[in-house]
């Protein structure tokens, strides 16, 4: 094979097209650095400022509105651990930085999804793109990172989003073309534009499975933490990454409980709104 | 007398091909080529093949075939849910394949809205919602588009029921909301697709009988698709039958049943009940009258002229008023005594539309031929037995055709 065809500079070309971005588009990716980071930030200050016990029974109270006492009683317990162990400031990192990839997944996705669902042609162009970006080891993508936003919590939110991003836009679609076709059918018949078909019936109608993919997203996120801490963005993963690096089984476990436990307060309580919004009808 | 009309909905020479090489397909269906052939040939399936067809104002159309004959395609080809490959037409004059998307949407707000096999209803709307979706998306205040949705549910027997999801709804109820929600809209026609196969036999006998009431009162143009043989005949004022994306025969019901075009109708329609279509006005004979202030020495003669033994009473406006026998009108004669006082005044009368099947008692246990009269409780003329058991037995020299004016005397006589 060598012979007849010489080494393709696959290499060579991502090199100089990184070089090229980097070079030529320094003031966007700066932009978006600081808009970035001062949202993480935002986030942090306003969490941070609020008491941990009060910040507690708040979202003791949330999970007890929106899913039942069990997992409210479980909010009460692990955060009072997670406090308790030292790791608050952290954990709201965290949470600062997963509520932010999830955003933008959220923002970018839900659109993206719904025009693809439109679009044979579009679909057919997204689709793999989302293989890519899930299948592709992040290591590979947090080092053109660093180049473009440096060090810090923001490239660990573009690895986050990159990761995280696919599952919302993959069952957006789903939702959206699982409504039944006679649906569609019937608001064609009684003369609806296509805005409105998606509006009024197809995205109402999505919805439980939007939802689904949100959540999915949060969870994606939050796997993406520890990852994300080693381009130095702070938080649990940061901890984990830095107690495995010194040997310190003990320690580890603490952070990768605390993220154990947020990630379970943030599923049960998305997987909840996406319920009641479904049995709203009855 | 139909003819005369200016037609609602006109269809011409439409065809569907569904698949690629329409074109080709189009050209072997012109050279008469069947649908089986030009599927092995280009391997495009013919929908509906060269369709033509009028329906009137205020008529029930019914497109009748088993699955697969291309009906459903055929009334979704009317509003373009489905595009048609090639021919016209045309809503109240205007061509429907011609027009733009946004003058299409516009015939299907305002002159047609469809009701679904499935009924089709949004889950996550109430059915108020539902009934005011058409409205809605025309962007109708919501104030007036609440309170035609209203009328509608009332007009289908929903009231009390607008703030329920359609999960919540017997099958039958739900089909009246998809009704509600046609009928919101205030169009000219309704497309009704199979609307009542889902529904169990006795609540879709109901709703058809509903459906004709309506459409009594609303005057509708309702295109009717069904499977259904029986719901074709007891609904529609025409009925095309279709086979293989071909319409085999357009015609009135008792059309279909007594003169099938071909073999398929034929073997179609041989186990038709038709003592559950046809009605007594299919079947009535001129009677012989006299009127109630002439004598009875008329009413005498005219018994002994046509070899009857009891003969029909009317007034100056043809109004049944009794019947007098032989025996009567004598006795009336020797002692001077007018008609109505010795006439049979307690008669069985039946009107027009009684079905065959609710004649029978009443044929069978009449001394006289039994009378039938229209609304008015005029004369129309009388039912004999032998016509009834003449028609049941397909023989159509018993069936008059309906609706015309002129009624056949009646050459055959019972011996009373």
Redesign the interface.
Known sequence: MEGLLPKLPIADWIDTFVDWLVSNFEFLFEGIAVGLEGFVEGIVAGLGFIPSILLTLILGAVAWKICNWKIALFTLIGLFLIDNLGYWGNMLETIALVLTSVGISVILGIPLGIWASQSKTVGSIVIPILDFMQTMPAFVYLLPAIFFFNIGVVPGVVASVIFAMPPTIRLTILGITQV?Q??I?????????TK?RLV??QI??AMPTIMAGINQSIMLALSMVVIASMVGAPGLGADVYRAVTQLQTGTGFEAGLAIVIVAIILDRITQNIGKTKQGG?? | MESEKQAKIKVSSVTKIFGRSSKKAIQLLKEGKTKQEILKSTGSTVGVNQASFEVYPGEIFVIMGLSGSGKSTLVRLLNRLIEPTSGQIFIDGKDVVSMNKEEIREVRRKKMSMVFQRFALFPHKTVLQNTEYGLEIQGVAKHERSQKAFEALKLVGLEGYENQYPDQLSGGMQQRVGLARALANDPDILLMDEAFSALDPLIRKDMQDELIELQGSMEKTIVFITHDLDEALRIGDRIALMKDGNIVQIGTPEEILMNPSNEYVERFVEDVDLSKVLTAGHIVKRAETVQVDKGARLALKIMKDNGLSTVYVVDKQNRLVGAVSAVEASKAVEQKLPLAEVMETNLKTVDTSTLLVDLFDDVSQATIPVAVVDEQNRLKGIVIRGAVIGALAGNDTYINDFGAEQLPPSDEREAL
Request: no cysteine; aromatic share 6%.
């Open positions: 039944p006679d649906l059918e019937a608001t064609e018949a009684f003369g609806s534009t409105q009024k019936v109402p109608l009808t009855a």
